[in-house]
């Protein structure tokens, strides 16, 4: 059924059609209307579920853990600097092998306070063992949230996966969606079945600690599934595109890369923008093209090498500093791309943090720049105030 | 000469064979404490001495289902599983306990614990009060009694070790209104049944906090451990008290020794006697005794 609702609403309305057993999340630091969607839902008996509100997102991310290690589905959802509150438990999660998903909303990082979006977050996140997926729209958020469960539970997988989507330009914009019946999604998502879950009648020790003769064969295994995830990805992907008739990409998503010249990369809803003006460049003539890079975790390298191998250029849209060094995600494709034949130049663009809009004057500037041969730069700057420090 | 025989019925709680020291208070208050569980729970354990020594990988000392996260969420862990267990519908058939060192549960687990208290989940809290962080190497935690030289709050030109006193988490517990709260001690094994036993009768959240005498951490032979605590208790030092609903119901009454009878065997705090500016202190741990003693009325 097609309605128009937000970006939150989506999600919220998603995950409960992906029956959860548990929910826990914090209000603040900051938060989003998706866990009080699911409050009143839950209130409203239309999901039946268990919803824990508690004293922190580190406790969230707990109450979540414990939920799913006695054999229950759960979810969380949180933002900035309550997903770094979370991020021990997320790595502890990720190193237990139990599934879960929670949605990591994009915003920036104090200091300074900023409640708006970014992507350095989630970026923090990525050696954390959990599988990151961004999100363009609305609808394809809704989407992956169905297909991250069967993702994270699948027995090949067995590691958490995070849904990030931008804060605000995602969470807070009304869009048409297209919302699955709950028949649809039954039919996609089996209920939960553990491996391994705390039964007394079965028990189990779960969370042993690991001297240095074990350890490093843990961490190999998670790295190996972690990789493997990559096919599983795509997998649910294509069931979910026979299930329901949508494809939105499964680890990249390619939008007129056949022929350019200079692809841009980004991820989450600056795609969005980026298809608009690409569509305005091919109108001039000029043969650029935008890759969405749709899974971040695992990293698609082979299929990143395939298709920025005809390019000129790349350019990265990049929404998170590594700072002190490079932009993080430009930093991987560079990797990815190292020692290929004719490897393109890779431009980091940073640019849409803290919640600056990125705009086509801001794809321009990056356009420009490129081409003068600048590999790293702030673009869409206020020169004002930089002269006036 | 036959060896004399040895009862030991082996339950699915805590087994033997697990790495924890000679005389560990902790060792033999779980083995108790689960005794009295059976079989038929889940255990929730912080980061900390009982993890580290009952769980080895790949070896395990728990006949019961058991999970380890981190130091500090064991009372969130706990509630995630009540919320799974209450939604699969079977929380009355099984019982959510958690443990933690008094490292976990009165300094970095705290908020957890009191928002776990708050929510009203159906968990028994198990703090395992030995006083420091001695899994760690016997640090200074908010448990710590006053005048005690740890690691981190050695006695020293200027110091007569810890300089603050032990904080009062079951005061703080039973204020949250929580149906029941209660020191136990190791030593005293039929009042800690006891505890435990009508703990288990009663729904919601629960919290005991166990004084269990450390070998390593506190300083006094192994064989000593009951000793040591019985002296704890007897003292004035760690009062035997439960509360239901905020209110104090029951005490256990004490000899009323003088604290040096619980003091002067241990080597954490042995500059109180050495010279005469640490025997001066003395008073002052009486002092904390004899409060102990009117406020819960230990001595009537």
Not at chain 1, 160 to 188: I, K, N, R
Not at chain 1, 322 to 337: C, D, H, K, S
Not at chain 2, 109 to 132: I, K, P, Q, T, W
Not at chain 2, 177 to 197: E, N, Q, W
Request: one cysteine or more; proline letters at 5%; charged letters at 25%.
């Amino acid at each position: 059924m097609r309605k128009m609702i937000e970006g939150s609403r989506a999600v919220a309305e998603a995950v409960g059609l992906c029956r959860p057993d548990v929910i826990s999340a914090y209000p603040i630091t900051p938060q989003t209307h998706i866990v009080e969607d699911l409050s009143q839902m839950v209130a409203d008996g239309d999901i039946d579920a268990q919803y824990v509100r508690v004293e922190s997102e580190h406790s969230a991310a707990s109450v979540c853990l414990g939920a799913v290690a006695a054999g229950s589905r759960a979810y969380s959802a949180t933002t900035s600097q309550g997903l770094m509150l979370m991020a021990e438990v997320l790595y502890n999660i990720a190193g237990m092998r139990l599934p879960l998903v929670i949605t990591g909303v994009n915003r920036a990082l104090s200091a300074p306070l900023s409640i708006w979006n970014d992507h350095q977050d989630t970026m923090a996140l990525r050696d954390t063992g959990w599988l990151q997926l961004y999100a363009e729209n609305s609808q394809e958020v809704l989407d992956m949230h169905i297909q991250a469960y069967k993702i994270s539970e699948d027995d090949r997988v067995l590691l958490p996966v995070m849904v990030c989507m931008d804060g605000y330009v995602l969470t807070h914009t009304y869009e048409s969606v297209d919302m699955p019946t709950q028949e649809e999604v039954d039919a996609f998502l089996p209920r939960y079945d553990p491996l391994y879950k705390l039964d007394p009648d079965d028990p189990y020790t779960l969370g042993a600690f690991a001297d240095p003769s074990l350890y490093q064969e843990m961490r190999y295994e998670i790295q190996q599934d972690a990789l493997g995830s990559k096919a599983v990805i795509k997998e649910a992907a294509r069931d979910f595109k026979a299930s329901f008739g949508r494809w939105m990409g499964d680890v990249l998503d390619p939008y007129q890369c056949d022929d350019a010249e200079t692809i841009f990369i980004g991820l989450g809803t600056v795609v969005g923008t980026l298809k608009e003006w690409v569509d305005v460049k091919r109108g001039q003539g000029e043969k650029v093209g935008a890759l969405k890079l749709r899974c971040f975790r695992p990293f698609p390298l082979e299929e990143l090498r395939e298709a920025l191998g005809n390019a000129k250029r790349v350019v990265v849209v990049e929404k998170a500093v590594g700072v002190g060094a490079y932009g993080i995600v430009a930093a991987e494709v560079r990797a990815a791309l190292y020692g290929q034949a004719n490897m393109p130049p890779v431009t980091c663009a940073m640019a849409g943090l803290g919640g600056r809009d990125i705009t086509f004057e801001t794809f321009e500037e990056m356009l420009k720049r490129a081409q003068a041969g600048e590999s790293d730069f702030f673009a869409g700057m206020r020169a004002e105030l930089l002269e006036a420090s | 000469m036959s060896a004399p025989e040895f009862k030991y019925e082996i339950t699915r709680g805590f087994l033997p064979g697990h790495r924890a020291c000679a005389g560990c208070g902790q060792a033999s208050a779980v083995r108790l404490i689960m005794e009295t569980v059976g079989p038929q729970c889940i255990v929730a354990n912080t980061t900390g001495c009982l993890e580290v020594f009952s769980t080895p990988h790949p070896e395990s000392a728990w006949g019961v289902p058991w999970v380890h996260s981190l130091f500090e969420n064991s009372a969130a862990v706990a509630s995630g599983i009540e919320a799974a267990l209450r939604k699969q519908g079977k929380l009355s058939g099984v019982k959510v306990l958690a443990f933690g060192g008094d490292g976990a549960t009165l300094d970095i687990g705290f908020g957890a614990l009191s928002g776990m208290f708050e929510r009203g989940h159906d968990v028994l809290y198990f703090c395992m009060d030995n006083e420091a962080y001695m899994n760690t190497g016997i640090q200074r935690s908010g448990s710590t009694p006053f005048a005690a030289a740890t690691t981190t709050s050695p006695a020293g030109r200027e110091s007569f070790g810890e300089d603050r006193p032990k904080k009062d988490l079951p005061a703080i517990a039973a204020a949250h209104g929580i149906p029941y709260v209660a020191t136990a001690a190791m030593s005293f094994f039929a009042d800690l049944r006891r505890k435990v036993k009508k703990a288990l009768e009663i729904e919601g959240p629960r919290y005991i906090q166990v004084h269990v005498p450390c070998p390593p951490g506190w300083g006094y032979e192994e064989r000593l451990s009951v000793e040591v605590g019985k002296l704890a208790v007897e003292c004035g030092m760690y009062p035997l008290v439960e509360w239901e609903n905020g209110k104090v119901t029951r005490v256990r009454k004490i000899k009323k020794i003088p604290v040096e009878e619980y003091l002067k065997g241990q080597r954490r705090f042995r500059h109180l006697f050495r010279t005469e500016e640490g025997k001066a202190q003395l008073p002052k741990i009486q002092e904390i005794a004899d409060e102990n003693i009117e406020k819960y009325g230990l001595a009537d």
